[in-house]
């Protein structure tokens, strides 16, 4: 695409400024009358407003810490306060973990970034052919596939599908739009990513090489990469959600097999670290640990999300890199990330030419003032005139609300007319099958029918009949949430049946064909 000479000129400047190592744009430090005088009650109102027990910050300036510390508790009714060092699931900030670390092994050579997978994936496949034959390891990171937004995860997340597994399955992933045209947020790509690790390096595990090649040389000896026995670690933050009704808590997830998407366990005394070394071009504490030209890749916009002028902040323009989200605010290039797991939500954000960072974790996944207080920092280094971020958002919120219907509630009213069942529950008994997730099956409990689901161990499914051929489908994890089951009958024969999840989890429905 043909550039205006204005812009080409512009997107020239951009890139020797990107050149260009990153303490180069940093300014000497000046207080900032927000953080001095107002973030404490900030955080304690919107704390309250938006339901959050625990939320724990760090803003990093000029290379100097300047708030590390905890707002709120670990566990409701408990009173034990959340610190700077209480153990968050950071979720999709993972991400760009992976990206250093791949892009530091580009840097030397071991692999190349616009190399096709299949040099390190023999046997690596996507459901289009084409596509097959030209994805890249940049592409693997830079949601590329034309994937649906979170298109898979309802067969992986909290899955026992091994990470090779989930690798193969992808190639029955039929995308809905078009490859390097139409962006889809894919988890399933990253894993893949993962797996180009031990390929080109002779068995070094995703683990071990973000261990040893980032987490050790920057001192982050309270970050994990698993987040298995998370619930066993002291000072953890415990999970919560009120997306189905009042809060109430929810299971801490395991993310290990989708490991390289979404694995990681921090606080903020350790992201402190990341951020310094994020601002500082690569270096800590005076050593390179990644080569600026290296760790600079990772901030390379691969994919445009949008480049429409957002409506409510100073922004034109979002792009992605390699686990990364980029966007102009108020005149400066800003990097970021959000993070979601079940029950918890973090943000991680920083502004070279500020010198500015900024992480934000969170236990409760309904909300948006983990984002809406990094905006509100952003406004307030960035020379935003003021605004209550988070009581705009608060009331974007309820306003939204004021006109929406309670899903949950209207399924409750369904099942509550006890219709007649126009099949005997026997009819809905037995095994179903969906090419990409697998085997389900359904038997007869009482008056209710039983999903149990093999590849996610524990999980079940209670339906009960509403009308029609939909039954509602209660998970016995909340996460994924209340939904309508459908049935498709021929006759008294049951042909199929299509199963939602909360859109947390896929926005998407399976079709189940009956064996």
Not at 130 to 145: G, P
Not at 185 to 214: H, K, M
Not at 310 to 336: M, R
Request: aromatic share 10%; with cysteine; glycine share 8%.
């Amino acid at each position: 695409m043909l550039l205006p000479s204005f812009a080409r000129l512009l997107a020239a400047a951009g890139l020797l400024l990107s050149a260009v190592p990153d303490t180069l744009a940093q300014t000497a430090a000046s207080p900032n009358r927000f953080v001095t005088d107002s973030l404490d009650s900030y955080i304690r109102r919107g704390m309250q407003r938006w339901q959050v027990p625990g939320l724990a910050i760090v803003v990093v300036k000029d290379g100097k810490v300047v708030v590390q510390k905890g707002y709120g508790v670990r566990e409701v009714g408990k009173p034990a306060p959340v610190d700077a060092n209480t153990l968050f699931m950071i979720a999709s900030n993972t991400k760009l973990f992976t990206g250093t670390a791949l892009a530091k092994l580009d840097g030397e050579k071991k692999i190349n970034l616009d190399e096709k997978v299949t040099k390190y994936l023999p046997d690596y496949r996507l459901y289009d052919s084409l596509a097959s034959q030209l994805v890249t390891v940049r592409d693997l990171m830079s949601h590329h596939f034309g994937f649906k937004t979170f298109q898979g995860d309802f067969t992986f997340f909290k899955s026992n599908l091994e990470r090779k597994e989930i690798v193969r399955r992808m190639r029955l992933m039929k995308p809905g739009g078009q490859f390097r045209r139409d962006y889809g947020y894919s988890n399933s790509g990253f894993v893949a990513a993962g797996e180009v690790i031990p390929a080109a390096t002779g068995g070094t595990t995703w683990e071990t090489y973000v261990q040893q090649n980032l987490l050790q040389p920057l001192g982050m000896s309270s970050t994990f990469v698993s987040s298995a026995g998370f619930a066993q670690r002291p000072n953890n933050a415990h999970a919560y959600s009120n997306t189905f009704g009042p809060l109430a808590e929810v299971p801490f997830d395991n993310w290990d097999n989708m490991a390289p998407a979404a694995s990681m366990v921090s606080n903020v005394t350790d992201l402190a670290k990341w951020l310094q070394f994020q601002l500082d071009s690569g270096r800590y504490q005076g050593s390179q640990v990644v080569p600026w030209t290296a760790l600079r890749k990772t901030r390379d916009a691969n994919t445009v999300i949008t480049s429409r002028k957002s409506p409510v902040f100073p922004t034109h323009f979002i792009t992605y890199g390699l686990g990364l989200e980029a966007a102009d605010y108020n005149g400066k290039q800003v990097f970021w990330h959000t993070g979601g797991a079940s029950g918890q939500v973090s943000n991680v954000c920083f502004v070279p030419e500020a010198g500015l960072g900024i992480a934000v974790l969170t236990n409760n996944d309904n909300q948006s003032f983990f984002e809406l207080l990094r905006y509100q920092l952003l406004d307030s280094y960035l020379g935003v005139p003021y605004v209550d971020r988070s009581a705009q958002g608060l009331q974007r919120r309820q306003q939204a609300e004021a006109t929406a219907t309670d899903p949950t509630k209207e399924l409750a009213a369904r099942v509550s007319k006890k219709n007649k069942l126009p099949l005997p529950l026997k009819a809905y008994v037995g095994e179903y099958e969906n090419p990409l997730f697998g085997r389900i099956s359904i038997s007869q409990k009482g008056k209710q029918l039983l999903i149990t689901i093999p590849n996610h161990p524990g999980l079940t499914a209670t339906l009960d009949y509403m009308d029609g051929q939909e039954f509602r489908a209660t998970y016995s994890d909340l996460v994924f949430g209340v939904m309508p089951a459908r049935f498709v009958v021929d006759g008294t024969s049951v042909k199929t049946v299509e199963l939602r999840v909360n859109d947390y989890v896929e926005y998407d429905s399976y079709v189940f064909n009956k064996l």
